[in-house]
T-cell receptor, first 108, second 115 residues
């Protein structure tokens, strides 16, 4: 599985969009980009994933660059409850590694 | 829908003892994983399994043993626990779908303290 690089931490004002970047320059053609988040010490939860195209669901949007070497998770209207650690991983199957993620702090 | 359950949720054990963390999933997912998360750090993959009787090492396998005789169970054993294995352990499962990737679903975690 390809490795990813994320900033250690980010802040965002409540009600504003949170844009979390992820670099995955060694991604393979059949690997998906996945985003998860972990609130406090709970098990990580799935947010969104994509292969090539941009994706949107009720939680977030995922923008993948055309060369697929980077992506951005967008939380359109961040709330205090979005404060969490966000993990970007690339995987197709098998050995799925997570790294340290980005700690997003949403401030009032 | 029980999903994925871990037991025990909390465990204190002594150095040198054998400890087994249990993981059970009801979805018949083919893939299962064990991760550990040390305080203030991210997740590190210990072992994973693609199917019953198929297991493979992750990033930090030393000191751990896994087995998968049935699809739904994936126990993790610390053969001789050390203080450095004090951590939160997350079990997870996923199913690989054509043209859809493999979304991973996590259990609630098992808090292990080795004294």
């Amino acid at each position: 599985d390809a490795k990813t690089t994320q900033p250690t931490s980010m802040d965002c004002a409540e009600g504003r969009a949170a844009n979390l970047p992820c670099n995955h320059s060694t991604i393979s053609g059949n690997e998906y980009v996945y985003w998860y988040r972990q609130i406090h010490s709970q098990g990580p939860q799935y947010i969104i994933h994509g292969l090539k195209n941009n994706e949107t669901n009720e939680m977030a949007s995922l923008i993948i660059t055309e060369d697929r070497k980077s992506s951005t998770l967008i939380l359109p209207h961040a709330t205090l409850r979005d404060t969490a650690v966000y993990y970007c991983i690339v995987t197709n199957a098998g050995k799925s590694t997570f790294g340290d993620g980005t700690t997003l702090t949403v401030k009032p | 829908d029980a999903g994925i359950t871990q037991s025990p949720r909390y465990k204190i054990t002594e150095t040198g003892r054998q400890v087994t963390l249990m993981c059970h999933q009801t979805w018949s997912h083919s893939y299962m994983f064990w991760y550990r998360q040390d305080l203030g750090h991210g997740l590190r993959l210990i072992y994973y399994s693609a199917a019953a009787d198929i297991t493979d090492k992750g990033e930090v396998p030393d000191g751990y043993v896994v087995s998968r005789s049935k699809t739904e169970n994936f126990p993790l054993t610390l053969e001789s626990a050390t203080r450095s294995q004090t951590s939160v352990y997350f079990c997870a499962s996923s199913i690989l779908l054509p043209n859809s990737g493999n979304t991973i679903y996590f259990g609630e975690g098992s808090w292990l303290t080795v004294v």
